[in-house]
């Protein structure tokens, strides 16, 4: 299918680029014309917050949208000399006068030490908040400005005018994997071919994000996840595909021939490994939370959209860039190529002593992963970036002027408003509680009471609050809940503790099932799923040890350690997932067509490394690029996802697949192609394994006769020493001496 589908594309190649470019630029045009906006509300159903919250709803007009200012008065001063409470009014009444904007409050609230006074900014009905709104409110507060006063805006004009740009991340991850294809192929053409791809990927994946955006509440990070996934994927399967293309080049056949054969081969493989990074981010909605469902979803989009174009668009610019694709460094078009290339070498010294390199990999990965014990954690907020960002501005400004813990205020709705007195005093008594708002009556019948922790929203002791607050104060006060950002976050935390054993063995579960489909084999998915594990512990353990102990925080622009918000191991373990699966479906594809075609497991894991070892490193190295120019963002949470990612693409593309992967599956054996026949009946034939680079001047006609048995082939019998086919009479490379005979039986042994 993926055959045809390629010879139709690369056929009618000039249709399929106008098609996939008037796709990109409608995308664009309705993103322009669809107003949306992102937004970090979390709703944790059948929470307490989620009740309080509710019950709150009903007292705020639908669609009513509002933000606040904060205007702090010049060192020295206080709000109410004559000068600025005439610059206050002045502003106040500008404010009022801005287009889309309500009625603002004729009176302020003045800070309790006088030196700074705020006032609510609502908008009116059906008026989208934007960043031109949110200017021309900040214009208006010109009499401050020019009265000596500092401004700032928060609410949701402020994270309109504060929201992540991660244009600048793109453009060096983009110029970094042109530099990597460059150097990786010596061709322009070559090089191009995937950046083209992962461009028209992005721009319109992420245009269609702000189509999304009108219908669905996405995070604010969402789109920048996406974008740090999706340029790294559109990069790596493309290049996958190049690098098979050209050695079929090289091989002599045609290009017509080359391009349906790389789709057959490369595509599917790209095919399953996609499907499994769309299944691992889709996970998320097992949390049944839309905030991170939406993390996944929004990511998951990007990188189907990669694997539509590695199968469609790809097709037909390999065809368009015909031979001249085969300039440049030349491919490896023989076996014996293979065998010669630096890392033929390098296979033959991975699969010569195993278990050593087992080990020693082994020891490393738990060095990097220890840390991983200690992970806490907790609860971001603004104050933890540290910028001139009008989010970051108003909440230092109001944590001056009214205390830290008027940055997360606990709400306490009570359904019995006789109860409103007792519970407003038990309140003010509680040890962390810095002040209690009088009473507030609900359209429900409840009543609501405002409660200010002593503690700002990042600190544990504010969770503490909220948990004695639910369990000791407000039981004997009847039906009562406690709403609020920080009560709703610590609910999110809760629940994503609940779930995140049902989330890995789902993801793990449906990730083996794919691979079994894929190779036929029940030990391959297992150990799959165990080396992609590994990868993910070692990014946890980096991510601790840099943010929450804060060794090297600095470089990466932070004063110091910052909490690691609860959702956050979670995502980065379903998206970890699934990449790190990429590179073991590439190097098992590899590994299994010379395993066909040779029957000798040794040498076929020696081959498939050889084959594939250059472009892992090189797709590994851009999405390295890719992920670590992502901790430029001013934003905790995304250099978290930056360095946890390029973290574990370090450890996975070096240790993982060069060094452990290889060096188990000779461990191993034939019980790496072990199924059971009657599991080998039932299963469909969805990939063919055979090999599809003929040797040069077979022109691509034919294929080889003699095939390994690579459904069912016989495990060693238990008990004595098993007999492999063609085990330990690999050749070696030119230069190598042979293997020694002895420890190749011992091997078999082990295995």
Known sequence: MLSALAGWCGRHRKLVVLLWVLLAVGLLAGARLVDGTTADDVVVPGSDSEAANALLSADKPFGQQSSQLVLTAPAGTRVDSPGLRAAIRDTVVAVSAVPGVGTVPARVEPSPNRTAVRFTVPLDPGVTAGKALGQQVLDATGPARAAGMDVALGGTLGRELSALNSRPSEIIGIVAALVVLLLAFGSAVAALLPIVSAVVV??????????????????????????????????????????????????????????????????????????????????????????????????????????????????????????????????????????????????????????????????????????????????????????????????????????????????????????????????????????????????????SLRVVPDTPPSDPATGDLVERLRTEVLPRFGTAHVGGGTATRLDLANRITERLSWLILVVVGVACVLLLLAFRSVLLPVKAALMNIVSVSAAYGVVTAVFQWGWGAGLLGLDGSVPIDSYVPMVLFAVLFGLSMDYEVFLLSAVQEHWARTGDNRLAVRRGLAETGGVITSAALIMVCVFASFVLVDNPTVKIFGLGLATAIVVDATIVRCLLVPATMVLLGRWNWWLPRWLDRSLPHLLDHRDPVPEPGNGGQGEPDQRADVTSPRPPTSGGTASHAGEGRSPEPAGQPASDAGEQVGVDRLA
């Open 202 to 447: 992005v721009v319109g994946g992420l245009a269609g994000l702000d189509m999304l955006k009108s219908a669905v509440s996405i995070p604010d990070v969402a789109p920048t996840l996406a974008a740090m996934i999706g340029l790294g994927v559109g990069v790596d399967y493309t290049l996958f595909l190049v690098n098979r293309q050209r050695r079929l080049l090289a091989a002599g056949v045609p290009v017509p021939d080359a391009v349906a054969r790389t789709a057959r081969s490369a595509g599917a493989a790209v095919l399953f490994a996609g499907a499994t990074v769309v299944v691992a981010i889709s996970g998320l909605m097992l949390t049944g939370i839309d905030f991170v469902s939406w993390l996944g979803w929004s990511s998951a989009l990007l990188v189907a959209g990669a694997v539509l174009s590695a199968v469609t668009l790809a097709p037909a610019v390999l065809a368009m860039a015909g031979t001249r694709l085969s300039r440049g460094r030349p491919a490896a078009a023989t076996d014996d190529d293979l065998d010669r290339g630096a890392w033929g070498r390098f296979g033959w010294w991975a699969t010569r002593r195993p278990v050593a390199v087992a080990v020693a990999s082994a020891v490393v990965l738990l060095g990097l992963g220890a840390p991983a014990l200690a992970l806490r954690l907790g609860q971001s907020d603004a104050g933890d970036r540290g910028t001139d960002q009008q989010t970051v501005l108003h909440y230092n400004a109001t944590a001056a002027g009214w205390g830290p813990g008027e940055n997360g205020p606990l709400t306490v709705v009570l359904t019995d408003p006789a109860q409103a007195g007792p519970a407003a005093a038990a309140l003010g008594a509680t040890a962390g509680v810095a002040s209690v708002a009088p009473p507030r009556r609900l359209p429900a019948g409840a009543v």
